[in-house]
């Protein structure tokens, strides 16, 4: 064989290697993309969670009352004890939340009680919003019985009597109760201060 003969057969058989190392290296990449990786284990981030129907004292921060609230108004509450759940965590008091009023309406003549429904929205604790669910509804003492009597003595004016406007106190409290299950993580942020 000639030295050009032997140059090609030897570029032939060092392009033959190359093309196979290139192709066994193909394959490896395809069989590592095709193997599922191996999941490395990660601690999962400790969480409370807050049951479903689980019972919390809260408290009004401010005052409502029948004759100046009107649909719509939002109010804040305050968890007003420690929440103690069945596996012995102690979530503290003091975390806030917001209500909203569903229905106001003023005493009227005749005898007409005053009406005044909220709806109690959510809790925040950290960065997690704790749907709530309770409705408090109550109506003022009416004096209907009172103003037909007043009419038949008196007359007409008998019919300006009036019933009575409700309110709700600032640190009146109720119970409510947690609307689904929440997940809380943990460490809990610290209830506000103030």
Not at 2 to 23: H, K, T, Y
Not at 50 to 64: D, S, T, V, Y
Not at 119 to 124: A, G, P
Request: glycine share 10%.
């Amino acid at each position: 064989m000639s030295n050009i003969n032997q140059r090609l057969v030897g570029a032939m058989a060092i392009a033959c290697v190359l093309v196979a190392g290139s192709s066994a290296q193909a394959q490896a990449m395809t069989e590592a993309s095709a193997t599922p990786a191996v999941a490395t284990a990660v601690a999962p981030a400790a969480t409370i969670e807050l049951p479903e129907g689980a019972e919390l004292r809260i408290r009004f921060n401010e005052k409502l009352s029948s004759a100046t609230a009107a649909a719509g108004d939002r109010f804040t509450v305050t968890l007003d004890e420690p929440i103690q759940l069945s596996n012995g965590v102690v979530i503290p008091a003091g975390y806030r939340g917001l209500g909203e009023v569903t229905v106001a309406d003023k005493k009227g003549f005749m005898g007409k009680a005053g009406q005044l429904n909220v709806r109690l929205d959510y809790l925040r604790i950290g960065d997690t919003r704790v749907r709530l669910r309770a409705s408090k509804g109550q109506e003022g003492k009416g004096a209907m019985g009172a103003t037909i009597a007043l009419t038949v003595l008196f007359g007409p004016l008998g019919l300006l009597k009036r019933g009575h406007d409700i309110e709700i106190q600032p640190g009146q409290s109720l119970i409510a109760y947690v609307d689904s299950p929440t997940i809380v993580p943990t460490p809990l942020a610290p209830p506000p201060v103030n």
